[in-house]
């Protein structure tokens, strides 16, 4: 580790380990900040611009509370922080979970060879401008040049031609997480718009007919929208516009989620391929009745916008906001001391035991830093609950809990101080997936004009009637300068009006949105 993490970073990490904060064994500590280690509170507080500014607190952000490292010098790429790096494992964690359960874990390799890459012609054209090529083993050219991966279709679809056999085995349903690379041109993001995509969760589904497929790509989104339930994100879930689906596929389902800033962010996507790839890569299985026939395959991705999802619909101007369950830290405990007191310092580490043994992620800082340098400290990180334990509260046997989402201030009794973590856990992570969900719900706004649309769309996601000709949706989308999502799922997509180009009567109501 001492190679990677450069000396005076490491200098820090040592004494913040053996001398200021005592790091509970169920408790990773991550190295020191790397920037305004040295500033006052007062002064650090202003280090992170106010969300309202969401780009510019979103950058700092990422820095301040070590999620990524922007200054890697190749454009496009970052670096987990190690901190970061763990909300991301507990992030994915989720994602197995919830796939596991009907899905295989695999791993397929990073290049592709051309002749591969080159059989879809649709799915060439869609990622033709995005693709890095590798041309030389050495000094010696390669016979045949070989993709990076933008995604894995060819490179699994050959090999699905070998396994699949008979209708005996399917459905066939595996997933890998992997990293895969575009040449992006639009502005590159931290987290939302990469070149390595380093966190690609892609599945891919094989199945006996049209329709068995098209059930996946509905059980696919059920569970982007259940693993993003997990992080409290409310999503919107709409099928693109043809225009807008995944080369070679018959339909795109997506899952969006609305950011601060009023632009929403593809954060899943879940296409139903018909047989379209199979026709190509020739995957054929035998039926009840002895005859070949393509299968029919879906796929769907999700990648690391799910942890830009995460930062950005919940952090607050003090910094992270983490549900507990994606939290490296859960609870932090700071001893409330005027002077030496064996008693606090005892009461302090009970707790932290308790908590701990009871598979609670603490961290117990008693270190020198003053409260208040502490209380910034842990908020920046997210930390969903800070105990405090000072002389008023030991003599009524109890400890102060300070929700990070509220703000909220408390006395708990300290005998039963793991029950009263664990409910205020399950609080919290109500309390922001309710506050979101608000907040989703105001900037959806009705609009029966493109002029009200206009109005509306630097605020949020504009819902009106749309014809569903794809000449209408295309010049309105030319009009406003913003996206059509599509026509979403449940209530949101229905009503009653008029196609603002054509002004046919329809019952289908569209959102639109500027997108990332
Ligand atoms: C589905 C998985 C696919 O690639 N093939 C396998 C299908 N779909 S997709 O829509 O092109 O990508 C899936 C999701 O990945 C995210 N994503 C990105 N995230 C960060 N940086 C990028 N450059 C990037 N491109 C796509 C989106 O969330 C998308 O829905
Ligand atoms: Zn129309």
Known sequence: MSRFIPHKFLHFFKILIAYKTKVVACTVNYMAETRNADKKPEEKAESLPSKSKFSEWYNELLLVSQIMDVRYPVKGLYVWFPFGFDIRKRTYAIMRELLDKDHQETMFPLLIPENEFMKEAEHIKGFENEVYWVTHGGLTELDMKLALRPTSETAIYPMYKVWVRSHADLPLRLYQ?????????????????????????????????????????????????????????????SRRPDWDKFPGADYTTAVDVLMPDGKTLQSGTAHHLADNFAKTFDIKYEDINGEQQYAHQTCYGVSERSIAALISVHGDDKGLVLPPEVAPTQVVIIPILFGKSDEISKACSDAADTLCENGIRVVLDDGDDRPGAKYYKWEMKGVPLRIEIGPRDLKNNAATVVRRDTGVKETAPLNNILEEVKTRFESIHENLFEKAKKSLDERIFDCASL???????????????????????????EEVDAGILGIPQGDVGKGKGNCPICNKETGNMAIMARTY
């Open 177 to 237: 997480i992997v990293n895969t690379f575009r040449y992006e041109t639009k502005h590159t993001r931290p987290l939302i718009r990469l070149r390595e995509i380093t966190s690609f969760k892609e599945a891919h589904t094989v199945h006996t007919d049209w329709d068995d497929a098209a059930k996946q790509v509905e059980e696919a989104i059920r569970i982007y929208q259940e693993f993003y339930r997990r992080l409290a994100i409310p999503t919107i879930v």
């Open 451 to 477: 002029n009200e649309v206009k109005g509306k769309i630097h605020k949020g996601i504009a819902r009106i009637p749309w014809c569903g000709e794809r000449e209408c949706g295309l010049a309105m989308e």
